[in-house]
């Protein structure tokens, strides 16, 4: 016998479960569907953001700094560290507690908002009458099935392997082999220079690895406005990042210690080169594999996705899909905003999603965060504009940290000053870009921001300074 809920939600990572705790704070009975298992076979909810992906890339970028720092920076502090060594078994650990926490406390969530946990991989079965059936098929267990009167496929992404070199998670990594070496190589070859790979490869770095990044396109950082892309290549070429571009991979040849990469290089000059591991970082495909959309008739596109709307509505009535699987950019709390948002359109609630005002963040070191335009894509366009820049170097609290490197760029409308993009490079900028996000959001002109108080001595000086520039009248630089 099928249990009836109002909105059933299949996938439990933060597009899914934020969409099932949003539907159960509006009193709707809700149910939500996910695989993941942590290795005492019980569920793991978060997703990839949680268990493999966001929140332990964190924790490790995290201690492999404080490690960095220990070995290299504290001295000019006065701080001597004698008999440093790293534990990377208990800096794993550590890892994996602050994901089981965070799985936990999705867990407490789900049973504050009433939300019923189904663990295992949902499925279509088809219409019926009262919404659509799906089942619950979980190995060693008997399958279940729910019917829900609405349905929001949250199911995400998959990581892309390269053509004839499958993941092993031994030597050919993912991001879930990356993050759990446990031995840090002496040689390491990450493929594709985006935020997995420069936050992996940032990781390892620091924990003693020799780095290679080999990135296709041309351009670093090509999504990234090009002057804070130099700054962060110029820091990142200091630390010992070597970042080769306009690359080729030919063939990825697997052997029983290491892994050997032929390439072309950007001269179309053939490479060969052997490391210990390679980390593989191209991008992610929509994990629709086994949902069983025929089934129902869910209409996917030509890569996977599936097909939704401005609003998140599929071809479907009473589907939805938000996240990693559907159009636009696979950022976590991209998902979490469809996800609250389609639970409110559910119950006729009117909410938005302004993909334009959605940031983006690299927590790298130096950290690097944008929202809105580039001033390239605003060259392209034609639309006139004004920009002001402000360097840490010039900022008091930067100075005190012993952390200057790079700046904070705003762009404003030429005619109106209205901010059309902010982009930054420095210290502690994935929380400096929020104030960025909430002008963007009330159509700030870069004058407000440069005539807010901000608190001194402060990061966010750094943004006022930059809010001035545009006008030609910082008051530090």
């Not at 940031?359 to 006139?384: C, D, F, M, N």
């Not at 100075?399 to 059309?420: C, F, Q, Y």
Request: aromatic share 6%; charged share 20%; glycine share 12%.
């Amino acid at each position: 016998m099928s249990k009836n809920f109002d909105v059933v939600v299949i996938g439990g990572g933060p597009g899914g479960y934020i969409a099932a705790i949003r539907a159960g704070q509006l009193g709707l009975s809700v149910a939500c569907i996910d695989a993941w298992q942590n290795a005492k076979g019980g569920s793991a909810l978060g997703g990839t953001c949680t268990n493999v992906g966001c929140i332990p890339s964190k924790a490790l970028l995290q201690s492999s700094e404080h490690f960095e720092m220990a070995g290299h920076g504290f001295a000019e502090h006065g701080i001597g560290v004698e008999g440093l060594k790293l534990d990377l078994a208990t800096m794993l650990k550590r890892k994996d507690k602050v994901v089981q926490q965070n799985n936990d406390g999705i867990t407490y969530l789900f049973k504050k908002n009433k939300v019923t946990s189904f663990l295992g991989l949902g499925s279509f079965v088809g219409k019926v009458d009262g919404g659509y059936e799906i089942k619950v098929s979980r190995s060693g267990a008997a399958d279940e099935t729910v019917v829900g009167k609405h349905v929001v496929v949250a199911t995400g992404s998959n990581p892309r392997a390269l053509p004839n070199a499958p993941f092993d998670e031994k030597r050919v990594l993912s991001n879930t082999g990356a993050l759990a070496i446990g031995d840090v190589p002496k040689t390491l070859c990450l493929i594709g220079a985006g935020v997995i790979g420069l936050e992996m490869g940032s990781v390892w770095r620091r924990l003693g690895a020799e780095v290679t990044v080999l990135e296709a396109l041309p351009a670093f950082l090509g999504a990234v406005d090009e002057q804070v892309a130099k700054e962060a290549r110029k820091a990142f070429d200091k630390q010992g990042l070597a970042i080769t571009l306009g690359v080729k991979i030919t063939k990825v040849a697997t052997g029983d210690a290491d892994v050997t990469v032929e390439y072309d290089d950007a001269e179309g000059k053939p490479q060969k080169r052997t490391f210990e591991r390679l980390i593989v970082s191209i991008g992610r495909v929509p994990n629709t594999d086994g949902l069983a959309a025929d089934a129902v008739g869910l209409a996917l596109d030509e890569r996977g996705f599936v097909v939704v709307d401005g609003d998140c509505r599929t071809n479907l009535e009473n589907v939805w899909g938000i996240g990693d699987v559907v159009r636009g950019p696979m950022l976590a709390h991209k998902a979490e905003e469809e996800g609250s948002a389609v639970a409110e359109r559910i119950v006729g609630q009117k909410p938005h999603v302004d993909f334009n005002t959605v940031p983006w963040v690299i927590y790298t070191h130096p950290e690097i965060a944008w929202v809105g335009q580039t001033e390239q894509a605003l060259k392209t366009s034609g639309r006139a504009y004004k920009a002001g820049t402000f360097p840490f170097l010039a900022n008091g609290r930067a100075r005190a940290l012993g952390d200057t490197t790079g700046l904070v760029k705003v762009i404003a409308d030429a005619t109106t000053d209205e901010i059309l993009g902010v982009h930054m490079v420095g210290p502690g900028v994935s929380e400096l870009i929020a104030e960025a996000v909430v002008a963007m959001e009330f159509k700030a002109s870069s004058e407000d921001i440069g005539r807010i108080c901000h608190a001194h001595p402060s990061l966010s000086e750094a943004t006022k300074e930059a809010a001035l520039a545009v006008e030609k009248r910082a008051l530090n630089f």
